[in-house]
Each structure stands twice: as structure tokens, then as C-alpha cells.
């Protein structure tokens, strides 16, 4: 049987930061490099020269769709897989992807599962998308934004598939500069395709979901209400939509109303994590502890039995372990529990070293608690992180000192006077250190010092 080949087929602009490791990551699977370029002026055309890509110039026309179709053209594999320049295909995925490249009778398109790296964000949310599928069965991309194939193929008859192929997508993590520019085109492209589609519910969806990432929640929910009332999803596609508009819910405090959407999606889709995390949230923010420890056990669980598998609706997310287990820590040390979160607390800092918010909130409850011995311990941990922050060298002497250790005090007065040299408090507490250790001109110094520097 003939070799079945595969043509990578991009759009680019000025995308000299991403380029390089995305082809990287894929030039030992793509038999031909297709680069369509709408106007870089940067360093991306010789980035793909050295890749051997070939390379065709197209005017901008405000239509993603027209610049992806104009990169398909040029196509000559059997095979067609699209990415964008800020991807990067998982290296275990290359097998998987090369025992898909098959002949096929008819249309064929597969899924891939996109792996987005949020920026200040915790976890990972993943979204699925048809990103390879068979050339020359007239499979073309539709949609001035948030283009897609399986509309044509559809009409075609075409096949839609699963797949273990697995895309990191770190476009979510741009600069702020660099993400308002592309939320400002987003936002748009976007306007334009609504106004065109009014009674398109996949183009209402796009646009709120570009207005959650925004944080206009009310627009958000607005289009997402839109959506979901022109009734044209199926149910994996209504609950994505459902954990999108919970979470803009609970954004603006509207708990109730995050919870029935939550739940919704939960009655269509039971094998998720997002919706989970909807209701785990949502009883924190309210403060419910006790609910919000119940929420997250299940979370836990759920998440653990969706780790590795192919996630049933197209967007969900990925919680790291450690993260959840440090959200249980939190809310065992605010309802009360401090004996279970002091045991949690030091088992995730034998792994999670530099976590400083564990850090601080462990020497908190052991001051509370008069264990001056633990709390010093976590004191000198974060001081060696943040050498020069005032309140932990203020806890820090504090816990020193309840234990008597005038003398271990002294340094980190005196590394606080050092930054803030007029501090009358800090010139009296380091005063009366010095008395306590029987340095009595030491002591008359600092206060004479104070005194000046009062009258200064």
C-alpha cells in the first residue's frame, strides 16, 4: 500500500516568538509545509525557509476561513493537519498520528484534544477541534473566525472521528500588550460574524466566549443565553456551553443561577470535570465550607477518573492534583479544622517547596496556635524566597522572640531597619533586643538614633 503523506498547513503573521518549536515539533511527521503569510515583517518567512516550508503571500481580508482555504489549496498530501503557530504537538503523539494516515473512501476528519496553558491560571482547559482530515474530498473551512471544516463535511457525508492526538496551545499566555492587540482583531472579527449570522448559534457562542475571556460577563452571558435558546448543539456541545456561561455566572456573583447551569450540563454529560468545579467554586465564594470540602472530594474523584481519557464534551479542564489538594488545605484552615490542614499543609510542602501562599498560611495558623518553634521554621523557608520582605522578617522576629531567641531576632530587625532606616517601631524593638541580651550602649545607640531621627 502507497506511503500516505501529510501536508501542514498554517496561516502566519509576525509570529517569530512561536514558529520555530511549532515546526519543530512536527517536521519529522509533515511530508510538505504549507505556510500561507498575510503580512509578516518580522523574522517568520526565514524561520520556515529553514524548515523547507513553501511559502505564499495573502492579502488580509478580515475572513480566517479565506486564509485557511487558500493554505489547503496548495495542499498536495493525501492528508491535511492544520495548526497554528503558538502549538505544539505532543511528541507522543507523532506515532499515533502517522497509524491514523490511512486511505479512505470518502471524507474523514479527526479530533485533537488542545491543551490550553492559561495565563495566571492554575489549570489547564482543554477544548477539542478537527484538525487533520483527508485531502482532495472538498473538505473546505467556513467562518469569518473560529473557522471550521465540519460543516463542509458534513454536507459531503463526511466521517467525524476520535483521536489520542494532543495539541499545547499557548496562545492563552500572551503578554497583556500582545493579548489586547489580538483581543482587540478578536473582538471584530467577531461582531462581523455575528451581524452576518444572527441566527447562528455557534457565532453567538464564539463571541460570548470571547467576552468571558475578556471578563465582560454580562455580554458574555448575554450571548451565550442567545446560544443556547436558538437550540442548534447537540448535548456535548450544550454542555460546554453550560460550563462556559456557569463560570461567567459565577464571575458575577450570580450563584444560583452558575449552579442550575452547572447542573444542567452535569444532567447531559456526567463524565466531566468542568461543571465540578463550577459547583466547588461556587460554595467557596459563598463561603460554605463545609459543602465546598464535600464539592471538592468529588471533584477529586471525577477529575482522577478523567486524567488520560478523551474528554466527552469539547471543552473541559484539567486540574492538576497538588492544586486541588492545596484548595483543601485552604478550606480546612477556614472552617476551623486546623489540625487536618496543619497535617495536609506540611504533607504538600514536602513537594511543593516554594509555594508561598502554603508557606504563609502554615506560619499563620501555627502563630495562632502558639507552636512558635513550626511557625519559625516556615518563616525562615519564606525568608530564604523573599529575603527582603518586611512582615515576614516582622513574623519571623515575632516567632523568635515569643521562644526568647532575642539574639536570632536582632538580624531580622536589623534587615528591616536597613529598609526602612526612619521606622521609630523598628528602632524602639530593636532597642529593646539589645537590652534583653545585655547590650545596653548598643540599645542607648538605637534610641538616641530614634530620637533624632523624630526630630528630624
Not at 247 to 274: H, I, K, P
Not at 275 to 294: C, D, H, I, P, T
Request: glycine letters at 4%; a neutral charge.
Amino acid at each position: 500500500m502507497k506511503k500516505q503523506t501529510v501536508s501542514l498547513c498554517m496561516i502566519v503573521k509576525n509570529e517569530e516568538r512561536f514558529l520555530e518549536d511549532c515546526l519543530k515539533s512536527v517536521a519529522d511527521v509533515a511530508d510538505q509545509i504549507v505556510i500561507v503569510d498575510t503580512g509578516s515583517l518580522d523574522s517568520t518567512p526565514d524561520i520556515a525557509r529553514k524548515y523547507n516550508a513553501e511559502i505564499y503571500n495573502f492579502k488580509w481580508v478580515d475572513d480566517f476561513s479565506a486564509a485557511r482555504n487558500e493554505s489547503i489549496r496548495h495542499a498536495t498530501g493525501d492528508w491535511i493537519l492544520w495548526m497554528d503557530a503558538d502549538e505544539r504537538l505532543d511528541p507522543e503523539s507523532k506515532t499515533h498520528l502517522k497509524s491514523l494516515l490511512k486511505p479512505e473512501s470518502g471524507p474523514v476528519l479527526y479530533k485533537v484534544q488542545i491543551y490550553n496553558q492559561m495565563r495566571q491560571k492554575d489549570n489547564i482547559h482543554i477544548s477539542s477541534a478537527h484538525r487533520l482530515f483527508n485531502n482532495h474530498k472538498g473538505i473546505e473551512f467556513s467562518g469569518r473566525i473560529h473557522e471550521q471544516i465540519s460543516p463542509s463535511a458534513a454536507k459531503l457525508g463526511g466521517e467525524e472521528r476520535n483521536s489520542d492526538i494532543i495539541f499545547h496551545h499557548l496562545g492563552y499566555g500572551l503578554e497583556s500588550e500582545a493579548q489586547d492587540k489580538k483581543n482587540r482583531r478578536n473582538l471584530k472579527l467577531l461582531l462581523k460574524y455575528v451581524g452576518e449570522n444572527p441566527r447562528h448559534a455557534y457565532a453567538h457562542y464564539t463571541l460570548a466566549q470571547h467576552y468571558a475571556l475578556t471578563e465582560q460577563h454580562e455580554n458574555a452571558v448575554k450571548h451565550f443565553r442567545i446560544a443556547l435558546n436558538l437550540n442548534q448543539f447537540d448535548k456535548e456541545m450544550t454542555a460546554s456551553l453550560l460550563n462556559a456561561m456557569a463560570d461567567s455566572l459565577l464571575e458575577m456573583g450570580m450563584f444560583e443561577a452558575a449552579e442550575r447551569a452547572a447542573l444542567d450540563s452535569l444532567d447531559r454529560v456526567s463524565d466531566q470535570v468542568g461543571a465540578g468545579f463550577v459547583l466547588f467554586k461556587s460554595a467557596e465564594r459563598q463561603q460554605n465550607y463545609s459543602l465546598a470540602l464535600r464539592r471538592l472530594e468529588k471533584l477529586r474523584k471525577i477529575n482522577a477518573e478523567m486524567a488520560g481519557k478523551i474528554k466527552s464534551i469539547a471543552t473541559d479542564i484539567i486540574i492538576e492534583e497538588k492544586v486541588l489538594r492545596f484548595s483543601e488545605f485552604i478550606l480546612l484552615a477556614r472552617a476551623g479544622e486546623l489540625e487536618k490542614a496543619l497535617n495536609l499543609g506540611e504533607e504538600l510542602r514536602k513537594t511543593d517547596r516554594e509555594n508561598l501562599t502554603l508557606l504563609d498560611n502554615l506560619s499563620t495558623i501555627y502563630l495562632q496556635r502558639n507552636e512558635f518553634a513550626k511557625a519559625e521554621q516556615c518563616l525562615l523557608h519564606m525568608q530564604s524566597l523573599l529575603p527582603h520582605e518586611l512582615r515576614v522578617l516582622d513574623l519571623l522576629a515575632l516567632a523568635q522572640i515569643k521562644q526568647q531567641k532575642f539574639s536570632e531576632a536582632i538580624p531580622a530587625y536589623e534587615e528591616m531597619l536597613r529598609l526602612s532606616p526612619d521606622n521609630e517601631k523598628i528602632i524602639k524593638r530593636l532597642a529593646g533586643l539589645y537590652a534583653k541580651i545585655g547590650q545596653v550602649a548598643r540599645a542607648e545607640e538605637m534610641l538616641t538614633r530614634g530620637r533624632t531621627s523624630f526630630v528630624n
